[in-house]
Antibody, heavy 121, light 105 residues
């Protein structure tokens, strides 16, 4: 059974660094067909793709956010970590981690329940 | 970045209606087009990948079509459980952009 669980702070102050962790089970980060992505949704707005990492270690970032983002994985812990520097209230929203399945044209076939992050002083 | 544009932004329909949502991409992405259903308070779910392949467990009333830069999601007979926001997404090239969503009521 594939599951993903996001964890991290509920409240972050502007200019601070946000660190979110995605803990996976039911698949391996060393599987060449797999990757993990982060998607966020500001309140009342659309889904926004943020970043992703593949089993080979290839990393990709949102064009508008890439100067503030870093994504990494720890295969032994089954975790993917997303850090976002210098956060702003516009970064408030629900952050989802998802599995990317290469055999399904890199679609996001499993999602975590999401974690709500509020950026406020 | 590839831009994804959905229409309409919102849609009101009745039980049993046939509903069609359109998604257009700024460049050819065949067949790397996926559809997701997002219900309030829940995680989004993959409905269709590769433009027309139904994800396991998704009811057959959902159908995806299209190619090139124009794609559609059709619900053949709307059910109460289908009330949600629907998103298209391209996985042709990073960043894997989403459409702005279609809210179905």
């Amino acid at each position: 059974q594939v599951t993903l669980r996001e964890s991290g702070p509920v409240l972050v102050k502007p200019t601070e660094t946000l660190t979110l962790t995605c803990t996976i089970s039911g698949f391996s980060l060393s599987d060449a067909r797999m990757g993990v992505s982060w998607v966020r949704q500001p309140p009342g707005k659309a889904l926004e793709w943020v970043a992703q990492i593949f089993s080979r270690g290839d990393k990709f970032y949102s064009t508008s956010l890439k100067t503030r983002l870093s994504i990494s994985k720890d295969t032994s812990k089954s975790q993917v970590v997303l850090t976002m520097a210098n956060v702003d209230p516009a970064d408030t929203g629900t952050y989802f981690c998802t599995r990317i399945f290469g055999d399904a044209f890199s679609s996001l076939d499993f999602w975590g329940r999401g974690t709500l992050v509020t950026v406020s002083s | 970045d590839i831009q994804m544009t959905q229409s309409p932004s919102s849609l009101s329909a009745s039980l049993g209606d046939k509903v069609t949502i359109t998604c257009r991409s700024s460049q050819t992405i065949t067949p790397y087009l996926n559809w997701y259903q997002h219900k309030i308070g829940k995680a989004p779910e993959l409905l269709i990948y590769a433009a027309s392949t139904l994800q396991t467990g998704v009811p057959s009333r959902f159908r995806g079509g299209g190619s090139g830069t124009e794609f559609t999601l059709t619900i053949s007979s709307l059910q109460v459980d289908d009330v949600a926001t629907y998103y298209c997404q391209q996985s042709y090239s990073t960043p894997y952009t989403f459409g702005q969503g279609t809210k179905l009521e």
